[in-house]
């Protein structure tokens, strides 16, 4: 079992619509979770960092549930630069140097 | 402020060659990453450093080796390529290992290995 797993899609979703990506982690000691974006043949980075209590940054909202170990990223008003992979990302804290593990991302194409 | 920078973007080896990525980063970081991206397998800790002169094995760090002898650079080797090394080499830093601290990425490295 992969310790981050995600739907690799692609999701095809038209111009406006909103569109939810989940997510499950194995490691129950995981400290924080993080969604990446990486477009084609570029580098990830960092979207939004996910809280216990759910966060909300415009249009991306993002919400963790501990007890189930699943993360979800909910994007609403969907725009053609939203197009990109969505990685999930775990932290598994100072204890093990802060590495990071990612999910082989979610795709979104977003059509006009 | 170039962030984390790599070096070189693009390279085509033959098997057995051996090769040097740079990673550069400005920002005082401490730790340093390296990671394989293979498709439908989501980024590979390959080796890490949580400071200059130190390093440790990550998840895939069979076929290379790397170095810390400054701060600022985190260099990974392939002594003798193979094809299974073709992928993208990104370079990450971050300020530490804290639960909240997030990394930073370079533009990637594209290896073919032929």
């Known amino acids: 079992r992969k310790e981050v797993e995600q739907d690799p899609g692609p999701f095809n979703v038209p111009e406006g619509a909103t569109v939810a990506f989940n997510c499950t982690y194995s490691?129950?000691?995981?400290?924080?979770f993080f969604w990446y974006r990486q477009d084609c043949r570029k580098e990830p980075k960092l979207l939004m960092s996910?809280?216990?209590s759910g966060n909300e940054d415009g249009r991306f909202t993002a919400q963790l549930n501990r007890a189930s170990q699943y993360i979800s990223l909910l994007i609403r008003d969907s725009k053609l630069s939203d197009s990109a992979t969505y990685l999930c990302?775990?932290?598994?804290?100072?204890?093990?140097?802060?590495?990071?593990?990612f999910g082989q991302g979610t795709t979104l194409q977003v059509k006009p | 402020n170039a962030g984390v920078t790599q070096t070189p973007k693009f390279r085509v080896l033959k098997t057995g060659q051996s090769m040097t990525l740079l990673c550069a980063q400005d920002?005082?970081?401490?730790?340093m990453y390296w990671y394989r991206q293979d498709p439908g397998m989501g980024l590979r800790l390959i080796h890490y450093?949580?400071?200059?002169?130190?390093?440790a094995k990550g998840e895939v760090p069979d076929g290379y080796n790397v170095s810390r002898l400054k701060k600022q650079n985190f260099l990974l080797g392939l002594e003798s390529a193979a094809p299974s090394q073709t992928s993208v080499y990104f370079c990450?830093?971050?300020?530490?290992?804290?639960?909240?601290?997030?990394?930073?990425f370079g533009p990637g490295t594209r290896l073919l290995v032929l």
């Open positions: 990450a830093s971050s300020p530490g290992a804290g639960a909240k601290e997030t990394q930073y």
């Open positions: 490691n129950s000691a995981s400290q924080s």
């Open positions: 996910v809280y216990s």
């Open positions: 990302v775990v932290n598994l804290g100072s204890s093990n140097t802060g590495k990071l593990i």
């Open positions: 920002m005082n970081h401490e730790y």
């Open positions: 450093s949580v400071g200059e002169g130190t390093t």
